[in-house]
Nanobody, 123 residues
Framework: QVQLVESGGGLVQAGGSLRLSCAASVRTFSLLTMGWFRQAPGKEREFVAAISRDPEITNYAGSVKGRFTITRDNVKSMVYLQMDNLKSEDTAVYSC????????????????WGQGTQVTVSS
């Protein structure tokens, strides 16, 4: 059974940084595309970033490009989201998810969501 557990959220001032982690319990982790999504109160869930299996091609939403960095560790079955220069509009619950596609093909390809971790950015 696939399980995704996020951690690393918290309260940070605007301009600060946070690093989110997602631990995946899935045998084929290295073959999967992993993604981060977020959902702010009253809004729909939106795509943040994705990283494919080798050669680890990354994709980012325009709103976070240049500020967020997604990485993965296939030995530990972990995916990370380094968030720098945070803004108040980044406040949301962040969740990781996996896709069986070898590279990012769109949000609809993702399933097996984690419970999420709250990120709050104060201005």
């Amino acid at each position: 059974q696939v399980q995704l557990v996020e951690s690393g959220g918290g309260l940070v001032q605007a301009g600060g940084s946070l690093r989110l982690s997602c631990a995946a319990s899935v045998r084929t982790f290295s073959l999967l595309t992993m993604g981060w999504f977020r959902q702010a109160p009253g809004k729909e869930r939106e795509f943040v970033a994705a990283i494919s299996r080798d050669p680890e091609i990354t994709n980012y939403a325009g709103s976070v490009k240049g500020r967020f960095t997604i990485t993965r560790d296939n030995v530990k079955s972990m995916v990370y989201l380094q968030m720098d220069n945070l803004k108040s509009e980044d406040t949301a619950v962040y969740s990781c998810a996996l896709s069986a596609d070898p590279y990012y093909t769109g949000s609809a390809s993702f399933g097996a969501w984690g419970q999420g971790t709250q990120v709050t950015v104060s201005s």
